[in-house]
């Protein structure tokens, strides 16, 4: 593979006891009441997973949402956040009808207008961006399913620009670094073969707390299975309570942990030889590069004993090829992301573990033809060129990359459309740039279910219903067995709200593109794909979810022939393509900053109850969990003479200050670091439950650390600080 194919392949890439506890969902169906009972099958929206569900109502009133039974992707079960579902549809908050910014006397308002005068007024300034600056300069923001529908909407339109957040704030670079190594990522639901693990390496990956309901299921079979854990983490999160070993690594130094561990294996003796020699080049390269990192140089740095770092390693490789270092999920930490990535990628070929029973499987999806339609014209310009050409190797778009190309007035992107992402919780430290950008933006339409900060700077705000309110595509996610899903509607949207591809059609055919969306409303496209497979969708309204035969196995056939699709048809340890753009083909320790006196690092992480902020304001969760806590360890909270229950604000170095933030005093944290749950700390009073309330990490980020390699934002290099709850918020609330 050479580097364009490598770019077709990150293209496709692109776009959270063991713990039953965590799993607040029900496995069994709810006792009927008296009344009458009816079912929905629908496909949770409560993040991004895609777990079937069924809706249970008891005359005409929701019930209860629980899992589907035949579902191999959520096994019968929701998770603590899917159960939340009803209280997303009855949040009463929910955005209503169109929102359009007008002028206010000195200022501006929102005022109610109807979807014709909303979806008119986005037409005219996308055809007047369209004649004045060229018709692509519009990018698309999106997180969610219905964000498809307006990147055809705006590919149609003639501009190709779009982000996810999902990918420079997220998994970019494990997917970046698993397709240099192996040709293909790890992909979403992770390819991880948990259930078969006898050992499992976590590196800050907060399974558990970070709950993706199919991911923590097989962890905890693992786990029952008698599956040893090893937990990296400076914090003792839940993982780390299931694990035999617990590494409370020093803050920004996993990277020296993953060479000592490599450098054991080599110089032990202990990598999978035969896989190896049969499936990797550039071994010779790595055993070399690796000397100078032994454990006792690992020690200095991590602060984990030499004997510990053998003994895990030992461990590691008597377990293997059933031992899986798992790439986490959440991996923009310090700037050198995508070579940890890497480094955990070379550690699993070394064991063996890709393509083996216990470490990756290969995944299979259902093929699923596209509703005929005709093709979309050809972009007239490079914009990945023009907005990230300094990152080769990416191919999807990097989105901080994306707002500091709509500033000013020289700037090359005009218009934005935000589906279902929150921009500036989402991206660290960026508020300055966003309202920056809005000022200079000649459009923003921000498409979502509920207000946030982000539709505070729109211009036209689009109320999508909720998704127990609509059809979305089908699932068909690459897994262990390809399987169908269908999400469809229980109730009749709410208020004005409607579904994202009524919304993109509407404005396609105000703008002469109808052609582009060729069918009278979404069903037609549903019915027609499932035909093609041998479904329809009165089957599908039926099942809910169909299984499907695989057609490939899910692991390698012993001394299988394979050529990867790398530049050398094999596993490369050492990396071609990192060497042809420049970048060190093999991966280097840099030793992290360390906070100033009186900081803190700021390690942040998830909760079973939210998903980012986005599940804040829904009142069942809310319940659940109204606040985060700012977690400090006994020898800090002595310094400032704090205790459990108190009230504090968090600083970082440049001044600005959260909300107030209750203490929790605990040992589960090292005295260098505080941590807190992301997604709390909402500014925009229109979420009545959510405002003001906990401390927002994403505001506090003051030193986010640039991927050379993909463009990713790493968040863990910030320090904060514990200052007066009676401290006022600087720079507005955090
Ligand atoms: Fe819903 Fe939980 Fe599944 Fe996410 S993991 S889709 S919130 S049940």
Redesign the pocket.
Known sequence: MNRREFLKVSAALGAGTAVPAMLG?CATRPLPGSGEVTTTPTV????????A?TLYQEDGRPWKVV?HPDDPH?DGR?????TGGIGAYDDPDRLRQPLLRVADGDGQRFEAVSWDEALDFIARRMTAIGEQHGKDRLALFSHGDGGKHFQRLLQAFGSHAYAHPSFAQCRGPRETAFGLTYGEGVGSPDRTDMANSRCIVLIGSHLGEN???SQVQTFTRAIDNGATVITVDPRFSVAASKSQHWLAIKPGTDMALLLAWTNVLVNEGLYDRDYVARYCSGFDKLAAHVQPYNPEWAYLETGIEPAVIRATARVMAGNAPATLVHPGRHVTWYGDDTQRSRAIAILNALLGSWGRPGGFYRQEKVKLPAFPAPPLPKPSSDWKQTVQGDFPLVSTGISNRLVEHSIGDDAFIKGWFVYATNLPLTLPGATEQIKAAAESLELMVVVDTMPAEITGYADVVLPECTYLERYDDLRNKAERTPTLALRMPAFEPRQQSKPAWWMAKQLAEKLGLGRYFPWPDYTFVLDWQLKQVGSSLAEMQRLGVKRFARKTRPYFDDGEAIRFNTPSGRIELWSSLLAEVGQDPLPRYTPPERPPPGFYHLNYGRAPAH?FGRTINNPQLFELMPENTVWVHPSAAAVHGLASGDYVRLENPNGRRSNRVRVRVTERIRPDSIFIVHGFGHSDERQRLARGVGADDAALMHNVKIDPVMGGTGMRASFVRLVDDDAAPQGGLT
Do not use: A, E
């Open positions: 969902g949770c929206n409560m993040c991004f997973w895609q777990c569900g899992g959520c929701l998770c603590t956040r899917g709950l993706h309901n998903t």
